[in-house]
């Protein structure tokens, strides 16, 4: 974790953004100085094609992931935002519609504006979001149960399948109408976040908003969503860890980095249930530690043990919730 970028991110996640993750865990949304001490070092572009202004990191290895991880140790709900931005930066980096992405990666890559997620499409099992051709673009109906971001994003990257069995990615400006509306999905943890459900009523699309238009094609058995959404888990037994003080779990958060690290797509879903389940005895261990003033609100151990809890369901897929059910019933031995 020596690569500059990396040094920079755990530098604000100590010095920013863990001072006020109480404060954010209790807003209801994340404060915009936060977003924007990001934006100043640069942490907004990290995918991004470095003509637009970003650094071109390939998105869910290597520094890529460390920055997620040291972002999350400091405050998971402005992590959780920021993350989502650089899956709708990378998606419009790699569109072949050049005049959206000419318009909108710079200042994506500088975080000047920003973007959020409304992924359904590429989801595997019926869509409840639908994309019929219509004059000039695209009609969008139905819903997306977990959008991140609301007003507090510029666009949002949707995916919606169509009758044929093609996903579409259309460029969808976050804007409640009679349309599109949002309703606030209250969370146990990373609340400020501002996620909601999506609401698409014949919702219109021209086609100079297409991102893409692929087949559909569904996921393996054995898809575990990306290696970076380990890191949150990471994050938060790392802040767990440094709050508890030197322990035998210093050295099992480096081995569980070490099997994200080196899980090839078989076994990546492992990797993820065992840093989550990590997560959740590092945060139990500091609450045990600290005793009754844990579980005040004006707490971190608290938070974290929530934090803990949202992860357990934040990202899964099928191949997660079973290697972690298995792990949390005792039928699965830990490596």
């Not at 209801?28 to 991004?48: I, K, W």
Request: net charge neutral; with cysteine.
């Amino acid at each position: 974790m020596d690569d500059p970028v990396v040094i920079e991110a755990r530098r604000l996640a100590d010095e920013r953004l863990f001072p006020e993750a109480l404060h954010t865990d209790a807003a209801e949304r994340v404060p915009g100085h936060l977003l924007g001490a990001l934006a100043d070092a640069g942490l907004f572009g990290l995918v991004g094609p470095p003509e637009h202004g970003g650094l071109g990191l390939a998105l869910g290895a290597g520094a890529f992931s460390d920055v997620v991880e040291v972002l999350a140790s400091g405050c998971l709900t402005t992590t959780f935002v920021w993350v989502q931005h650089h899956g709708a930066l990378h998606a419009l980096a790699t569109s072949d519609n050049v005049a959206l992405a000419r318009a909108w990666l710079p200042d994506l890559c500088t975080g000047r504006r920003r973007a959020g997620l409304a992924l359904s499409g590429s989801r595997p099992g019926p869509d409840p979001l639908r994309a019929r051709p219509a004059p000039g673009g695209w009609r969008l109906e139905g819903c997306v149960p977990w959008m991140t971001g609301w007003g507090l994003v510029d666009a949002v990257l949707t995916t919606a399948r169509t009758d044929d069995q093609r996903v579409l990615s259309a460029w969808v400006e976050p804007l409640a109408n009679g349309t599109l509306e949002a309703t606030p999905q209250r969370l146990l943890a990373a609340n400020a976040s501002c996620t909601v459900e999506l609401a698409f009523g014949s919702h219109f699309v021209p086609n100079e908003r297409t991102v893409a238009l692929a087949p559909y094609v569904p996921p393996p058995p054995h898809d575990a969503g990306g290696r970076s959404n380990g890191s949150f888990a990471l994050g938060v037994a790392r802040r767990a860890c440094q709050l508890l003080g030197p322990s035998p779990l210093d050295a099992e958060l480096h081995a569980r980095r070490r099997q994200l690290d080196g899980a090839d797509d078989e076994h990546l879903a492992a990797a993820r249930a065992a840093a989550v389940e990590l997560s959740l005895r590092a945060s139990a261990a500091l609450i045990t530690g600290q005793g009754s003033r844990s579980i005040v609100h004006g707490a971190h151990a608290q938070r974290l043990a929530r934090e803990a809890l949202f992860l357990l369901v934040f990202g899964s897929r099928p191949a997660i919730k079973q290697a972690l059910l298995g792990s949390l019933l005792g039928s699965l031995p830990r490596t």
